[in-house]
């Protein structure tokens, strides 16, 4: 079956834009996880949705980011005011509600100039 | 605060055996799990400890002992494709809601 899809794969923008990134999930999978990872590190929890509602976001770095799951599948994270610190590679994935495997997407590339 | 400590580095020979460690100080602790990445991919589970104890899935073995806050990955019958980076990670939080994955391990498998 289909995996987790992140679109763009790359996204390149100028410092102070707003960006949005999308994650959608395996289906069926109730929980969805984003991270984001520099390199030579591993990747750094940013927030958690059970469901629609983000039962945990006390990985985001500051109020620049936000994301949203309306309807309980596909995923947005959205960073505002971009600045060169936020280059990194956001990763998305989901498991299920009592799973403790987590499937990654393939990320977005996000580069800030 | 969190923290997760792996060696940064391991190299071994094909067909060798190797254990990488890992060791952490979290708040909430609800289990370890391993992933593994290769260059320019995403992670992939290999595996997840919530007791102690030993787990077997295959050449790959995962360790936990929580009195001692330590697990580690045991890659038996290395091969080349094994070639990665490796990382712990823990479940952790007030219910288990979120994970903090260590610096990862790199590992070289040389023929």
């Known amino acids: 079956g289909a995996g987790v899809s992140q679109t763009p794969s790359n996204k390149v923008t100028e410092k102070g834009k707003y960006v949005e990134l999308r994650c959608d999930p395996i289906?069926?999978?109730?929980?969805l996880y984003w991270y984001r990872q520099s390199l030579g590190q591993g990747p750094e929890f940013l927030i958690y949705f059970q469901g629609t509602g983000a039962a945990d976001d006390s990985g985001l770095p500051n109020d620049r980011f936000f994301a949203v799951r309306p309807e309980g599948s596909v995923s947005t994270l959205k960073i505002q005011r971009t600045e060169r610190g936020d280059s990194a590679v956001y990763l998305c994935?989901?498991?299920?509600?009592?799973?403790?495997?987590?499937?990654f997407g393939p990320g977005t590339r996000l580069t800030v100039l | 605060g969190q923290s997760l400590e792996q060696p940064s580095e391991v190299t071994a020979v094909e067909g060798a055996i190797v254990q990488i460690n890992c060791t952490y100080q979290?708040?909430?602790?609800?289990?370890l799990s391993w992933y593994q990445q290769h260059d320019g991919g995403a992670p992939t589970f290999l595996s997840y400890n919530a007791l102690d104890g030993l787990e077997e899935t295959g050449r790959f073995s995962s360790f936990l002992s929580r009195s001692d806050s330590y697990g580690y990955l045991l890659l038996q019958e290395l091969q080349m494709k094994d070639s990665a980076s490796y990382f712990c990670?823990?479940?952790?939080?007030?219910?288990?809601?979120?994970?903090?994955f260590g610096p990862g391990t790199r590992l070289s498998v040389l023929p």
């Open positions: 994935a989901s498991s299920l509600s009592s799973g403790d495997e987590q499937f």
């Open positions: 990670a823990v479940r952790g939080g007030n219910y288990g809601q979120n994970f903090v």
């Open positions: 289906s069926g999978h109730t929980a």
């Open positions: 979290t708040s909430g602790f609800y289990g």
